[in-house]
């Protein structure tokens, strides 16, 4: 059975800063592609960042860019979102996702989400 639990989500203020973990069992993890999605409330899920199987290439949402960064580390099957900056705009549910054969850049074809987990940022 795959699992991907994230972890890392909580409150913080404007200008502040997160950093997202998930954890990944179930499955060779250096062969999967990993990204980070983020839902919020009413509105559909987006993606965020992806990051290649070994962590050569990466790719962020415009939203993101230069705030936040994805990068991963295969010994120990977990993918990161270090999350500086951050904005009220940024609050949403955090998802895991994984897709085995091309890089994360879009929901589609992902094989496997994780449970989310909640990051808000107060004003």
């Known amino acids: 059975q795959v699992l991907l639990v994230e972890s890392g989500g909580g409150l913080v203020q404007a200008g502040g800063s997160l950093r997202l973990s998930c954890s990944a069992s179930?499955?060779?993890?250096?062969?999967?592609?990993m990204g980070w999605f983020r839902q919020a409330p009413g509105k559909e899920r987006e993606f965020v960042a992806g990051?290649?199987?070994?962590?050569?290439?990466?790719g962020y949402a415009d939203s993101v860019k230069g705030r936040f960064t994805i990068s991963r580390d295969n010994a120990e099957k977990t993918v990161y979102l270090q999350m500086n900056s951050l904005k009220p705009e940024d609050t949403a549910a955090y998802y895991c996702?994984?897709?085995?054969?091309?890089?994360?850049?879009?929901?589609?074809?992902?094989?496997?989400w994780g449970q989310g987990t909640q990051v808000t940022v107060s004003a």
């Open positions: 996702a994984a897709r085995e054969w091309t890089i994360v850049t879009s929901a589609a074809g992902i094989d496997y």
């Open positions: 179930g499955l060779t993890f250096s062969r999967w592609h």
């Open positions: 990051i290649s199987r070994s962590g050569s290439s990466t």
